[in-house]
């Protein structure tokens, strides 16, 4: 038999028809799998709780299948002591009562959690605000002689003024209330206010109470929603919103204080004011902390030393100091971002579970259309966008990193993972809080406090030396030494950097510029983000201002008896080295207005600069030319009256 003959047949799975078959099964499967695949792409993956995702895993919802964000923002921010003694919002609710209009449901709940029993809650001090009194007051049915010539008085006080037109188009009565509450806000006397006797005798006792529970070492406001399926976003916080109005009564009295003469009883309303707000600085919400710096704001705008007729003692000014620096430490910005990342993932997690926001969340808070209507089609990995969130909120708080704007790139329509890191990026810009406009809040008030200090510094200065301090010293031969600002180091707590510095050789010596970088924080704003040792703090230097060229301190008594609000230190927008003692403002530069002139009065804050008062009080000046005011007269102390 030959060698063909001899080989095997070939078997049926060997046929050229079966080897198109088998590649038609792998091609079927191939395309099985890649359809799969890309259908996967396409399907949302549930939420799970976890650490990564949902930040904390307890408590849950009764279902057992959500976090209850709500309990969990309770119990992470309630002290232990809030229903005790120690919470002086206890005391302020029992002794005061709720929030005007306040339901039951709500007041039913704060007693609770404040361990109250709003059966027995008894009120006993009403407390009403000073604004709201004198509305009451010029819209009752009669209105006599007197209070038309008082409000004609004020009118020709503060008038003209930028406001004039708007008040005129809004009426008189509208007009009338805005000069009333205006000179509120200077020290005044029962014969300057002759219907504010009764207010102070129906809120004296009120006010006690909140100095009193401000000294306390908490101040904690419960948290309330009306129903217990209602989410963060529909939280009500209304107690909070009224601490506003008690600054307001707090500084109307210490203003009646400084007006009469008791100085030590307006040191007490200012600190409890500065107190109040410290406390509620460090509530659970971003609004807190707003809430708190404009209540800090308040108490920053009185002055002690406001009434030329009743000067505060060295004494009285060194216990305010004293005060300051026992106030409880200012809120930090990490504090707040809790409650603003449990928002965020409780909607994350509504929209996780339902595929669209509850009606109720949806009055509060609304996603851009095309965004919602896509993330009802397309397929999202949950945990992804949950814990890319986090990632964001993270990077803000560590960081102070906001995010990127996402970009549409061809990658969203076949990758989930990519769809939902894009989709959280959305999302992120949407919850993230203004980063820019919060921080510019906490360093304008810290920038505020800074100003203050200067302002009593100086007139520490002037109960020890009878003038304020030169804006420079000058040497036997006429060249400049040291500024003022080295002249008040023992004024502000930095007594052992005044004694390294040689007071007879000039400021930039070879041994003084070692000094240069020195750390003097109270001359620095935080707005400004200055090098060590550089500072935009400055006295306005003029024959005519609180400080003369002569090299010689000038007494606040050459000053006339509308100088109670002369300018005595501003913002500049150029810096300079804080022992500089050429980087002061011109006299001319300063008049032409605010942020008009670089070497004139400006800062980096948005739309104004802040300027320190002869009275103590630090006033926020907005941004225009000096025709619009009288910016000359509060430079040379000859106007009573800050815009």
Same mark, same amino acid.
């Given at each position: 038999m030959s060698q063909q003959d001899a080989k095997p047949a070939e078997v049926d799975g060997d046929q050229p028809g079966s080897t198109r078959s088998r590649l038609g099964w792998y091609l079927l499967l191939v395309f099985l799998l890649v359809a799969s695949l890309i259908g996967s792409q396409f399907i949302s993956a549930p939420?799970?709780?976890?650490?990564?995702?949902?930040?904390?895993?307890?408590?849950?919802?009764?279902?057992?299948?959500?976090?209850?964000?709500?309990?969990?923002?309770?119990?992470?921010?309630?002290?232990?002591?809030?229903?005790?003694?120690?919470?002086?919002?206890?005391?302020?609710?029992?002794?005061?009562?709720?929030?005007?209009?306040?339901?039951?449901?709500?007041?039913?709940?704060?007693? $609770?959690?404040?361990?109250?029993?709003?059966? #027995? &809650? /008894?009120?006993?001090?009403?407390?009403?605000?000073? =604004?709201?009194? %004198?509305?009451?007051?010029?819209?009752?049915?009669?209105?006599? $002689?007197?209070?038309?010539?008082?409000?004609? #008085? &004020? /009118?020709?006080?503060?008038?003209?003024?930028?406001? =004039?037109?708007? %008040?005129?188009?809004?009426g008189p009565a509208v007009d009338a209330e805005e000069l009333l509450s205006e000179r509120l806000r200077a020290p005044w006397t029962g014969d300057d206010l002759p219907m504010m006797a009764q207010w102070l005798e129906q809120n004296n006792a009120a006010l006690d109470v909140l100095t009193e529970a401000v000294a306390k070492s908490t101040l904690a406001i419960p948290l309330v929603r009306e129903d217990a399926g209602h989410t963060l976003i529909e939280m009500l916080w209304p107690e909070m919103q009224r601490t506003r109005s008690f600054a307001r009564g707090l500084a109307a009295r210490a203003n009646y204080r400084i007006g009469t003469g008791d100085l030590d009883g307006a040191i007490n309303d200012v600190i409890a004011c500065k107190r109040l707000g410290r406390h509620v600085g460090h509530g659970v919400t971003i609004v807190d902390l707003l809430v708190g710096i404009a209540v800090e704001g308040i108490a920053d705008s009185i002055g002690l030393a406001g009434s030329l007729d009743h000067p505060p003692t060295r004494d009285q000014l060194?216990?305010?100091?004293?005060?300051?620096?026992?106030?409880?430490?200012?809120?930090?910005?990490?504090?707040?971002?809790?409650?603003?990342?449990?928002?965020?993932?409780?909607?994350?997690?509504?929209?996780?579970?339902?595929?669209?926001?509850?009606?109720?969340?949806?009055?509060?808070?609304?996603?851009p259309m095309g965004l919602e209507r896509a993330m009802g089609v397309i397929g999202l990995n949950w945990n992804l966008v949950?814990?890319?969130?986090?990632?964001?909120?993270?990077?803000?708080?560590?960081?102070?990193a906001a995010p990127i704007t996402p970009r549409l790139h061809a990658k969203l329509l076949v990758s989930r993972a990519a769809r939902s890191e894009f989709v959280a990026d959305e999302l992120a810009a949407?919850?993230?809080?203004?980063?820019?406009?919060?921080?510019?809040?906490?360093?304008?008030?810290e920038?505020?406090?800074?100003?203050?200090?200067?302002?009593?510094?100086?007139?520490?200065?002037?109960?020890?030396?009878?003038?304020?301090?030169?804006?420079?010293?000058?040497?036997?031969?006429?060249?400049?030494?040291?500024?003022w600002r080295t002249l008040l180091l023992p004024?502000?707590?930095?007594?052992?950097?005044?004694?390294?510095?040689?007071?007879?050789?000039?400021?930039?010596?070879?041994?003084?510029?070692?000094?240069?970088?020195?750390?003097?924080?109270?001359?620095?704003?935080?707005?400004?983000?200055?090098?060590?040792?550089?500072?935009?703090y400055a006295v306005v230097v003029g024959p005519q201002t609180a400080f003369n060229?002569?090299?010689?301190?000038?007494?606040?008594?050459?000053?006339?008896?509308?100088?109670?609000?002369?300018?005595?230190?501003?913002?500049?927008?150029?810096?300079?080295?804080?022992?500089?003692?050429?980087?002061?403002?011109?006299?001319?530069?300063?008049?032409?207005?605010?942020?008009?002139?670089?070497?004139?009065?400006?800062?980096?804050?948005?739309?104004?600069?802040?300027?320190?008062?002869?009275?103590?009080?630090?006033?926020?000046?907005?941004?225009?030319?000096?025709?619009?005011?009288?910016l000359q007269g509060l430079l040379d102390g000859t106007s009573d009256r800050v815009p």
């Open positions: 939420l799970r709780i976890a650490r990564e995702t949902t930040y904390v895993t307890q408590p849950l919802t009764p279902d057992g299948e959500r976090v209850d964000y709500f309990a969990a923002i309770e119990r992470e921010f309630y002290p232990a002591n809030l229903a005790t003694e120690e919470n002086g919002y206890r005391l302020i609710f029992q002794r005061l009562g709720p929030a005007p209009d306040a339901p039951a449901w709500q007041i039913d709940q704060i007693c $609770e959690k404040l361990g109250l029993d709003p059966v #027995q &809650l /008894r009120p006993d001090v009403k407390f009403e605000e000073p =604004d709201t009194f %004198l509305r009451a007051y010029l819209h009752r049915p009669e209105f006599s $002689e007197a209070d038309a010539q008082l409000i004609d #008085q &004020l /009118r020709a006080r503060y008038r003209p003024s930028a406001l =004039d037109a708007q %008040l005129e188009d809004e060194q216990r305010l100091v004293g005060a300051w620096d026992e106030l409880p430490p200012r809120s930090s910005f990490a504090e707040h971002m809790l409650l603003e990342r449990f928002t965020a993932l409780e909607i994350i997690q509504s929209l996780a579970h339902d595929g669209e926001l509850s009606a109720s969340v949806g009055v509060w808070f609304r996603l949950a814990h890319r969130i986090n990632a964001h909120y993270d990077a803000l708080v560590n960081h102070r949407l919850f993230l809080p203004a980063l820019d406009a919060i921080q510019e809040a906490v360093h304008r008030c920038c505020a406090e800074n100003m203050k200090r200067i302002a009593v510094a100086m007139l520490l200065y002037e109960r020890d030396h009878g003038t304020l301090p030169p804006p420079w010293t000058v040497s036997a031969d006429g060249t400049r030494l040291h500024s004024y502000l707590g930095q007594q052992e950097l005044y004694g390294k510095i040689r007071l007879d050789e000039p400021w930039d010596s070879e041994h003084n510029r070692t000094l240069h970088e020195a750390a003097v924080a109270c001359y620095q704003c935080p707005s400004a983000e200055l090098g060590p040792g550089r500072t935009t060229s002569s090299g010689q301190g000038r007494s606040l008594n050459a000053f006339g008896p509308q100088s109670g609000n002369m300018i005595v230190v501003v913002e500049r927008r150029a810096d300079v080295c804080w022992m500089d003692p050429a980087g002061d403002a011109n006299f001319e530069e300063a008049r032409a207005g605010v942020n008009v002139s670089a070497a004139g009065i400006g800062s980096q804050h948005p739309g104004g600069a802040q300027v320190g008062l002869r009275s103590a009080a630090v006033q926020y000046l907005p941004s225009q030319s000096s025709d619009k005011w009288d």
